[in-house]
T-cell receptor
């Protein structure tokens, strides 16, 4: 089983709303990631959690707040977003971040539109 | 930061043709991954490469880790309509092994 599950599939929100994206994996992976992807561009790394601790924050604005409640779950809390934040948000996991040859497995993403 | 040069950016081919795309980097990589992404979906891992010279197949797909460790290619033989999508290479360099670097993608379009 190499499945990473993301919900919701689609999300439309206003600039004053608060919403959350959810990600779940049951592969026993200890590293989880959030990526942002604009149309026709490669994924851009936002955050990395390793063993449930935030290990990389790629200078992401504070209106994006990640949370890792346990080793299987990863959330991304959204507040006061801007229209330019509209994108496909991808969650990924790997067995271990520290390994240099780890494969990343991606979820199907949440297509976010900010109005 | 690290950059990967992926080419071509797009390909328009006839069904049944073979496809070849490649990625090059300015630094030595120790991992190459190839992904395919359909519209509105996440990237799906196709092939992972870990050693210089390694040649790995996955059905009609074949990928190789370049001898210089600075490049990789992906070939698709006898293309079919479901091969349509965007193909991304990704890799980890020796210096920045913690982060996966992505190429800009190759958009494949197939005429039936």
């Amino acid at each position: 089983d190499t499945e990473v599950t993301q919900t919701p599939k689609h999300l439309v929100m206003g600039m004053t709303n608060k919403k959350s994206l959810k990600c779940e994996q049951h592969m026993g992976h200890r590293a989880m990631y959030w990526y942002k992807q604009k149309a026709k561009k490669p994924p851009e790394l936002m955050f990395v959690y390793s063993y449930e601790k935030l290990s990389i924050n790629e200078s992401v604005p504070s209106r994006f707040s990640p949370e890792c409640p346990n080793s299987s779950l990863l959330n991304l809390h959204l507040h006061a977003l801007q229209p330019e934040d509209s994108a496909l948000y991808l969650c990924a996991s790997s067995r271990d971040r520290e390994g240099t040859n780890e494969k990343l497995f991606f979820g199907s993403g949440t297509q976010l539109s900010v109005l | 930061g690290q950059q990967l040069n992926q080419s071509p950016q797009s390909m328009f081919i006839q069904e049944g043709e073979d496809v070849s795309m490649n990625c090059t980097s300015s630094s030595i990589f120790n991992t190459w991954l190839w992904y395919k992404q359909d519209p509105g979906e996440g990237p799906v891992l196709l092939i992972a490469l870990y050693k210089a010279g390694e040649l790995t197949s996955n059905g009609r797909l074949t990928a190789q880790f370049g001898i210089t460790r600075k490049d990789s290619f992906l070939n698709i033989s006898a293309s079919i309509p479901s091969d349509v999508g965007i193909y991304f290479c990704a890799g980890r360099s020796i210096q920045g092994a913690q982060k996966l670097v992505f190429g800009q993608g190759t958009r494949l379009t197939i005429n039936p």
